[in-house]
């Protein structure tokens, strides 16, 4: 679920809230896995994190844009 920033912009603040709480799970579910899957483990659990970063970016971005406008 790698996606650009320009694709996370494009959302509304309700998905990416949804998608934000989804991602934490799997972010969370990631650190328990095996040490047997530990090269994909590594490999989504950086993409997660990178998504994670880019949602909260483009939140943070909307809230100042609006507490500008009031």
Do not use: H, P
């Not at 998905?15 to 590594?42: T, V, Y």
């Not at 990178?50 to 909260?56: C, K, N, Q």
């Amino acid at each position: 679920m790698k996606k650009a920033i320009t694709d996370i912009r494009g959302e509304d603040s309700a998905e990416l809230q949804a998608k934000l709480r989804d991602l934490r799970k799997e972010q969370w579910k990631l650190q328990f896995r095996g040490a047997a899957a530990e090269s994909a483990k590594s490999t989504r659990s950086r993409e997660v994190k990178l998504t994670i970063a880019r949602i909260m970016t483009v939140l943070g971005e909307r809230t100042r844009k609006a507490e500008v406008k009031q």
